[in-house]
């Protein structure tokens, strides 16, 4: 071979960088693959969407959470419906706005429709890829009205038994011990699931979906339990009139158990009323004769004995919605 000959440069460059580059490439693809382990191609859209999401250690008081969520943490207050209007859209759909107060402030607002199942049919979906947030599912859809579903696991998978469009997704095996909402030939709304085999109670359904827990129950003795979880909240109930409610709220003031107690002093005339998937996942669009809407779940807080953190992301405006129930006229 002919002589070839390096300077001092061409030695030590390669052994301070090439190593380097390599295991740069070798942690990514450790990463990566990790992730695609454990989260699907959920994880990846997490992270393309809004840099992922993580809790935070803060304070009750931290200037981080909203002022109405500092209040519910200081005082454990009691809010009061304030006046609720109702704006007909179209035959069979209303919109209105049920502000909470404490002491005549407001501290939240819950942003509602009220449909009417014999004009208007009710869809579950699911992206368990977590590729569409609100306005994805509005365009994609062409409904009246999404709102967030129930509760997925961490690849974006349903972690409830749901019907789509007659396909059963989610676990076999289950323990329901809450609600349901169903949407088949015979019945569209709520149902207890009170000693009740879910299975039998989602068979003929063409849309269902089972979460937890009822809001509202016939005799208000199963409501969510006292704690200082906050969170943007969604909801769907019942009235005596067979009337479907949507409610998703504006701010993060609401425990679930505060919720409950709200709703029931509303004047919404409900029967039941069973709760979604809450936090930054907990949005509504509307798109009906003129009428648009749209509510981007912003909040969620823990706080237990020791610790209190909130859950945040990086960037933009709305996150993934692996679930969604939709509504369009018939």
Excluded at 163 to 169: C, D, E, F, K, Y
Excluded at 194 to 210: P, Q, T
Excluded at 230 to 251: E, K, N, V, Y
């Amino acid at each position: 071979m002919p002589d070839q000959h390096f300077s001092e440069q061409d030695f030590i460059v390669p052994k301070r960088k090439l190593p380097l580059l390599q295991l740069g490439l070798i942690l990514l693809g450790i990463g990566a693959g990790g992730l695609r382990v454990y989260a699907g191609a959920y994880g990846f859209n997490v992270l393309l969407r809004h840099g992922g999401s993580y809790w935070v250690r803060v304070r009750p008081d931290s200037p981080r959470l909203s002022p109405s969520m500092r209040l519910a943490l200081k005082s454990d207050p009691v809010a009061k419906p304030g006046a609720l209007a109702w704006r007909a859209i179209a035959p069979g759909f209303e919109a209105g706005e049920l502000p909470a107060l404490v002491d005549g402030q407001p501290v939240d607002r819950i942003f509602l429709a009220r449909i009417d199942p014999a004009k208007f049919r009710f869809a579950v979906r699911v992206s368990p890829a977590g590729d569409k947030d609100i306005d994805d599912w509005m365009h994609s859809l062409g409904a009246a009205l999404v709102v967030n579903g129930s509760f997925y696991a961490h690849d974006g998978q349903p972690a409830t038994p749901l019907v789509s469009a007659g396909a059963p997704l989610g676990p076999p095996a289950y323990a329901a011990q809450a609600g349901a909402f169903i949407s088949s030939a015979k019945f569209t709304g709520v149902r207890d699931l009170f000693g009740a085999d879910w299975h039998s109670a989602l068979k003929d359904s063409n849309d269902a979906l089972i979460s937890y827990p009822l809001l509202l129950d016939a005799h208000g003795t199963r409501v969510a339990r006292p704690s200082r979880w906050l969170a943007s909240r969604s909801f769907i109930g019942q009235d005596t009139q067979g009337r479907l409610l949507i409610g998703t709220t504006q701010d993060g003031f609401f425990s679930l158990l505060r919720l409950a107690q709200f709703l029931r002093a509303a004047p919404l005339d409900l029967t039941l009323a069973l709760n979604l998937d809450g936090g930054p996942v907990a949005c509504q669009g509307i798109s009906l004769n003129g009428f648009s809407r749209r509510i981007y779940g912003r909040w969620e807080f823990e706080q237990n004995q020791t610790t209190a953190s909130l859950l945040t992301w990086p960037y933009g405006k709305s996150v993934g919605m692996p679930i969604v129930l939709a509504v369009f006229p018939k």
